[in-house]
């Protein structure tokens, strides 16, 4: 392989230090960091990550399935409240089953979307991802903690999303995720992310906030959609502390 055809590979294959703090939500100091657990190499004084090694990394760190207790690495640095629009904030839904409830809040949800509407008569985008997550709880809950669940859409409705972004809702009362263990949730983060690395770097922040920083009963007491958001934007200092 000659040279110009290697570069060409490398340059398809690796991310800058900028890039991959967004691609992953962390800071560039983050990334820096950690640079040797991503296997980052030097190239003409820069930093190059694979973009395989980023994922390979995300997988290794966690995964909420087998890890629901609160762990303390760069997942848990993200601040989730810039992905929280109080437009997608609903409080004291009445549904008491997590299919009705998903769908009631893809009904009213305004998400940014990679595409238009469609003709009239087709299924709406909403509609396509909203049906994605509920695919996605048919192959197991994701009701990992007993007072908050993390529904999110199987890769075929991430390509539809125009951002990374999470719709939250508060239940009146325990809604049934059909739950192995009998969690029955009030609160519940759908987590709509274009990639699945950023997916579980949000539930493993949202992991050790609702372990450590009584997440849970801040959200059960909140007033409005407003009041929400600030307990996210509360928790942007805290840094895992």
């Given at each position: 392989?000659?040279?110009?055809?290697?570069?060409?590979?490398?340059a398809e294959?690796?991310m800058?230090?900028?890039d991959a703090?967004?691609?992953?939500?962390?800071?560039?100091?983050t990334?820096?960091?950690i640079?040797?657990?991503?296997?980052?190499?030097?190239?003409?004084?820069?930093?190059?990550l694979r973009?395989?090694?980023?994922?390979?990394?995300?997988?290794?760190?966690r995964s909420?399935?087998?890890?629901?207790?609160?762990?303390?690495?760069?997942?848990?640095e993200?601040?989730l409240?810039?992905y929280?629009?109080?437009?997608?904030?609903?409080l004291?839904a009445?549904?008491?089953?997590?299919?009705q409830?998903?769908?009631?809040?893809f009904?009213?949800?305004?998400?940014?979307l990679?595409?238009?509407p469609g003709?009239?008569?087709?299924e709406?985008?909403?509609?396509r991802?909203?049906?994605?997550?509920?695919?996605?709880?048919?192959?197991?809950s994701?009701?990992?903690?007993p007072?908050v669940?993390?529904?999110?859409?199987?890769?075929?409705?991430?390509?539809l999303?125009?951002?990374?972004q999470i719709?939250?809702?508060r239940?009146l009362?325990?809604v049934?995720?059909?739950?192995v263990?009998?969690h029955?949730?009030?609160?519940?983060?759908?987590?709509?992310?274009?990639t699945?690395?950023?997916?579980?770097?949000?539930?493993?922040?949202?992991s050790?906030?609702?372990?450590?920083?009584?997440?849970?009963?801040?959200?059960?007491?909140?007033?409005?959609?407003?009041?929400?958001y600030?307990?996210?934007?509360g928790t942007?200092?805290?840094?895992?502390?």
């Amino acid at each position: 392989m000659d040279s110009q055809r290697l570069e060409a590979r490398d340059a398809e294959e690796t991310m800058s230090v900028s890039d991959a703090a967004r691609h992953l939500s962390l800071s560039p100091r983050t990334i820096h960091r950690i640079a040797e657990e991503l296997r980052a190499v030097r190239v003409d004084g820069h930093w190059r990550l694979r973009v395989s090694d980023l994922e390979e990394w995300i997988v290794r760190c966690r995964s909420v399935e087998q890890m629901p207790e609160p762990v303390s690495y760069p997942g848990c640095e993200i601040s989730l409240h810039p992905y929280l629009d109080i437009q997608n904030v609903f409080l004291d839904a009445p549904q008491t089953d997590a299919e009705q409830l998903i769908s009631a809040a893809f009904r009213r949800a305004r998400l940014v979307l990679a595409e238009g509407p469609g003709p009239a008569g087709e299924e709406t985008a909403n509609e396509r991802i909203c049906r994605s997550v509920l695919e996605r709880e048919e192959l197991s809950s994701t009701a990992f903690h007993p007072d908050v669940a993390y529904p999110h859409p199987k890769d075929t409705g991430r390509r539809l999303l125009g951002a990374n972004q999470i719709v939250a809702i508060r239940a009146l009362r325990p809604v049934d995720f059909h739950d192995v263990y009998g969690h029955r949730p009030r609160i519940a983060f759908i987590l709509l992310t274009q990639t699945i690395s950023v997916q579980l770097l949000w539930e493993a922040r949202l992991s050790y906030l609702v372990h450590k920083k009584e997440l849970v009963r801040r959200l059960l007491e909140a007033r409005s959609a407003e009041d929400v958001y600030e307990v996210f934007a509360g928790t942007r200092d805290e840094n895992g502390s």
